[in-house]
């Protein structure tokens, strides 16, 4: 909607999801229509751009009265925006329903489907298959048994009424058996979840959700996810997608918000030569944070912001000293901003800052005695240490993102006009005057060590003119800015010209804080394998700034590679130098070795198993060009080869693209996390959504799977739910399938001895309480409580997360070894009763061979049997465990006794017709060693296979378990951390973020709000090579790895 009038300059947050407001305002020929008459009478037309997802570009041209007034971006308000400090507005709409910038960037909806359940997808056909095949063979067995020797019993077994043929019968007897045989088909697991199937008897209600539920609960019980601060508990969302939570390969990451509280802290300045904010302690040692002293008094001056703390008090001596280099510096950021004041009361001042870090500096000068307290249109009051000075505001050369810097010209109540400017260190270095050599030298040091330490560093300078020259100049840029063309262009070359010559007067280093924890989970995240994506709509220098303080990027690395190219071919002549970049070192490196490069379905590549480590930062423009359908390939191959990868400055929509390009091509299972709305493509678009519920709203939260309130959660919601998760549903399914199988096949078998007639073995009681009472609850208790190592041992071993990456614990090779154990275990369960009854006698010397004792033995062998195997299966014991299993086993002998019992006989007499048989079977001494036996040759063979596997080729998990052994039993031994200092190569700490046009606004006389600004700083602490990756892929997906060797030269390039 373009603005036309409204009741005084607003602010609205922007569809970027930055907590600061955005100001939006009419243009100026539109004033006239705040009266509802006259706006009745409006007929202009507006020619624009077609709807595109831009978010930070308009163009568009009004036509009124015969004139031609151009739109831009701060005369729009988008859909989705909220208002705020403004009663009224009027507006003209001109895009509507899915032509909106917010539709536009908004992402289709898909249900989610975990890697197990598209599995299960191609095993159940499998299985159906494999229940086919049992049928025809049983049936062709029928017709031939019918056609051979059943023909020869027609007098006292004929065929049903109308059946007329061997081939007939072998038809029904199919049928016949595809019902007995149905068991092997895992409905309970499957159906229910894709079709709205009834629930069986044989199959109860569908056990992963049951199983996935109890999951979700212990996500939402867990207290050491919850946030106390914010009385925010971690919230499961969905059911469904628990298991894939250890599973995930690549998680996107949105920045302000999720990585960074975008809370800016005043830190460290040089003034002069002379650094300040570094507290020593008694012996001239630098102190850690612990070992501070009190902060800064700040009582002597009323106006000082009781919320802000700096702890060297030599600088706030020198501001009462009278240093006059150190009042000018709090001068120069007292009076250089767009930070407007309100006084709600006496001295209760209140800022309202475009960005964080503005306000940062504002409030920073505050506190020492430089007090900004209002504005108008053309003045500044600033309250120096207790007086007020106005200073007539001449001009404000407004920043952007070419000039990286902003200044403002003032007169000072004794006539002198001075300018004052703050920009990035890179840019305002070599504006200086030629007497500022050796005074630049320090302060680039004092530069370099705040930006080692990740601070966001800005240099301030000044510049004196004379009245004549400032009126010349006053006089070309109020020409300049009247242009109808080029107006942007006259004006850079109006501010240029001023800005050169000037005064070195110091520079500052501000904090932008990390969430709690964010370096230690990315750090504990990447030995886990886990590649993080940051995808951000913030420039590149505070992108760049963060990925250093949160250890995504290090000075120990080969090479940061910027893409900014504005082209087609530039980008890929960027992508292109970085890939021959990481070949050629890794050839050196590995002595000339020679990769051969192959590129399959899952984009196997040689760059993946380069030696050195590489990170990635790419603008939004240039990932324009890298996601066309062309380019995209190559853009995901180098990326894939870097450890760290930061997109800047991406839309909404961008970010949900390039999440679908690792889908696409890697095939791996990707995690979105995001706090605000222009995260919702994203997080609906990968396979998992994370949503932060912190200042930006819900609308993240409602769009997730999974929502929790601080980023370092995310943690532990992957290496320990989410591996957790994975290991019990595994278990569960293979058990599962195991079980059936050895209950199934059993009917097979005895087919072939019973004519084919399809006479089941197990009477219909237990048939129907086999799945529903025997074993459904101790292998619910396992897949819902069992785990393999504690859950401190989860998080001290990532590399335990690996085998659900590499989806090892349950895949098609782990079916069959399930179903091939189940069969193994029905032919043992049927022959050797089978073979044993054949001779075998009574007590009394009757034969002990009959159909309802061969039976019981059957199904009692069975019972025990799965019991053992569920037991051998459990690693982690609990109550609930021990009752089920024993309690199963204990309920199998109770309801078997109860139905061979004369009570329910007489009750029943048609249904329950074999009378004690269950108890004079179980009291032969034969039948218990059939059992025994059979339980014995069916179970010992997997013991020693476990013993043999665990002897030669343990898994980590169970070094992870003896190590905890040997642990009990030594004395714990306590390590101290030594404190290393980090030492690399310079780079800028600049990113200052302020938005163009708020300077305008100031100077047209609007009672305006602010907005923008976000820095980016904070560089990582020592941690050179203990974040490596811990394997290279299996199979297809791995390729020849490079060996590690030295270092190649360190550069960054930005």
Not at 165 to 175: I, T, Y
Not at 436 to 443: E, G, K, W
Not at 751 to 773: E, K, P, R
Not at 841 to 868: C, E, H, M
Request: proline fraction near 3%; glycine fraction near 6%; aromatic fraction near 12%.
């Amino acid at each position: 909607m373009s603005v036309l009038e409204t009741s005084s300059s607003w602010r609205t947050t922007s569809l970027w999801r930055e907590t600061n407001m955005k100001v939006r305002q009419a243009i100026p020929v539109t004033v006239e229509l705040g009266d509802t008459s006259q706006l009745a009478h409006f007929d202009g037309e507006v020619i624009c751009e077609p709807p595109n997802n831009k978010l930070d570009k308009f163009g568009g041209t009004l036509y009124w009265k015969e004139n031609k007034y151009p739109l831009s971006n701060q005369n729009m308000l988008l859909r989705g925006c909220v208002l705020r400090n403004t009663e009224w507005c009027f507006g003209l709409v001109i895009f509507a329903g899915p032509d909106t910038k917010l539709m536009q960037n908004s992402g289709r909806t898909k249900f989610k489907r975990t890697s197990i359940d598209r599995l299960m997808n191609t095993l159940v056909l499998w299985i159906f298959g494999f229940l086919v095949c049992m049928g025809v063979i049983l049936a062709i067995g029928n017709a031939i048994w019918e056609h051979e020797v059943g023909v020869c019993f027609q007098i006292y077994l004929p065929w049903d009424e109308g059946v007329h043929s061997a081939f007939f019968s072998g038809f029904l007897s199919f049928w016949s058996y595809i019902i007995i045989l149905n068991t092997v088909v895992p409905i309970s697991l499957y159906v229910r979840a894709c079709c709205p199937a009834p629930v069986t008897p044989r199959h109860p209600p569908c056990s992963v959700e049951v199983i996935r539920l109890g999951h979700s609960y212990f996500i939402n019980w867990d207290k050491k996810m919850y946030c106390a601060k914010r009385r925010t508990p971690a919230e499961a969302r969905t059911t469904t997608l628990n298991e894939e939570l250890g599973q995930v390969e690549y998680i996107f990451s949105d920045k302000t918000g999720t990585l960074t509280q975008n809370i800016m802290v005043f830190s460290k300045c040089s003034v002069n030569g002379h650094s300040y904010g570094e507290v020593q302690d008694m012996l001239s040692h630098k102190a850690e944070l612990g070992e501070r002293s009190k902060p800064v008094d700040f009582s002597f001056n009323p106006l000082a912001d009781p919320r802000f703390q700096f702890w060297d008090p030599s600088l706030l001596e020198a501001v009462k000293l009278g240093d006059l280099h150190v009042h000018e510096f709090f001068r120069l950021l007292s009076l250089c901003h767009t930070v407007m004041s309100e006084e709600k009361s006496e001295g209760e001042l209140l800022y309202k800052a475009q960005s964080p870090d503005e306000g940062a500096l504002v409030t920073a000068a505050r506190n020492f005695g430089f007090v900004f307290r209002s504005r108008t249109p053309k003045t500044i009051t600033v309250q120096e240490l207790g007086q007020a000075v106005t200073y007539q505001l001449l001009a404000i050369l407004d920043f952007n993102n070419i000039r990286k810097r902003m200044s403002v010209i003032v007169r000072s109540p004794e006539g002198k006009i001075r300018l004052y400017c703050k920009g990035a260190d890179t840019i305002l270095l070599e504006r200086l005057h030629p007497v500022n050599q050796d005074l630049s030298s320090i302060t680039a040091d004092h530069l370099n060590e705040y930006a080692g330490e990740g601070l966001r560093t800005l240099v301030l300078a000044y510049k004196d003119l004379e009245e004549s020259y400032y009126r010349d100049w006053s006089e070309r840029l109020h020409r300049a800015g009247s242009a109808p063309e080029a107006r942007e262009d006259h004006l850079a070359r109006l501010y240029d010209e001023v800005e050169h010559d000037m005064m070195l007067l110091g520079a500052t280093a501000i904090e932008d804080k990390l969430q709690q924890g964010v370096p230690e989970t990315i750090a504990i995240l990447t030995l886990a394998n886990i590649k993080i994506w940051v995808l951000t709509g913030d420039k590149q220098e505070t992108a760049v700034n963060i990925g250093y303080s949160c250890k995504m990027l290090t000075d120990d690395m080969t090479e940061v590679f910027v893409v900014t190219g504005h082209t087609v071919l530039e980008v890929r002549e960027e992508l292109r130098k970085a890939r021959e970049k990481m070949m050629d070192a890794s050839r050196s490196v590995c002595n000339g070795f020679s990769y051969q490069k192959k590129l399959s379905s899952k984009l196997t590549s040689v760059l993946e198993a380069i030696a050195g480590e590489y990170a990635l930062v790419i603008n939004g423009h240039s990932l324009a060009h890298a996601l066309e359908a062309d380019m995209e390939v190559e853009f995901l191959e180098t990326a894939c080869a870097c450890k760290a990868v930061i997109c800047c400055r991406v839309t909404p929509l961008q970010k949900a693209q390039v999440v679908e390009l690792v889908k696409k091509y890697k095939k791996a299972v990707t995690l979105a996390i995001g706090d605000g709305a222009n995260d919702v493509s994203m997080i609906k678009t990968a396979h998992i959504g994370v949503g932060i519920s912190g200042q930006e709203g819900i609308q993240a939260v409602l769009a997730s799977d999974y929502s929790f309130s601080q980023f370092k959660f995310l943690q532990r919601l992957l290496l320990v739910h989410g591996r957790w998760s994975y290991l019990r549903m595994c278990k569960f399914l293979c058990y599962f399938f195991y079980k059936n199988f050895a209950f199934t096949m059993v009917h097979f078998w005895f087919g072939f001895f019973c004519g084919f007639s399809a006479q089941t073995v197990y009477d219909q009681y237990f048939i129907t309480l086999y799945n529903i009472v025997y074993t459904s609850l101790p292998v619910l208790a396992m897949g819902v409580f069992d785990q393999d190592v504690p859950e401190q041992r989860s998080m001290e071993y990532p590399k335990l997360y690996e085998p659900g990456q590499l989806n090892l614990l349950f895949n098609k090779r782990e079916f069959f070894i399930c179903i091939a154990q189940g069969i193994y275990t029905s032919i043992l369960m049927f022959f050797i009763p089978y073979g044993i009854f054949a001779d075998a006698t009574r007590d009394d010397g009757a034969q002990l061979a009959n159909y309802q004792s061969f039976a019981v033995t059957v199904a009692t062998s069975l019972v025990i049997v799965v019991s053992v195997q569920i037991g051998l299966d459990t690693g982690f014991w609990t109550a609930i465990n021990h009752f089920f299993i024993w309690g199963s086993l204990a309920a199998y002998f109770a309801i078997l006794f109860t139905m061979h019992s004369d009570g329910l006989f007489r009750m029943f007499p048609n249904q329950f017709r074999f009378v004690g048989n269950a108890q004079s079977t179980l009291a032969q001494p034969t039948v218990w060693l059939t059992i025994a036996l059979t339980t014995v040759v069916c179970i010992m063979p997997v013991v020693a296979f476990r013993f043999l596997k665990l002897d030669l080729k343990p898994e980590l998990s169970d070094t992870v378990r003896y190590t905890q052994l040997v642990r009990k039993k030594q004395k714990a031994q306590h390590r101290c951390m030594r404190h290393a200092g980090r030492v690399g190569s310079r780079r800028s700490g600049y990113a200052f973020s302020h938005q163009e046009g708020f300077g305008e606004l100031i100077m047209s006389g609007k009672n305006m709000r602010l907005s923008s600004l976000a820095l980016s700083s904070f560089a990582p602490r020592p941690s050179t090579s203990w974040i490596e990756s811990l394997r290279r892929k299996k199979g297809s997906e791995g390729s020849g790895a490079g060996s590690p060797g030295c270092a190649a030269d360190k550069t960054l390039r930005i």
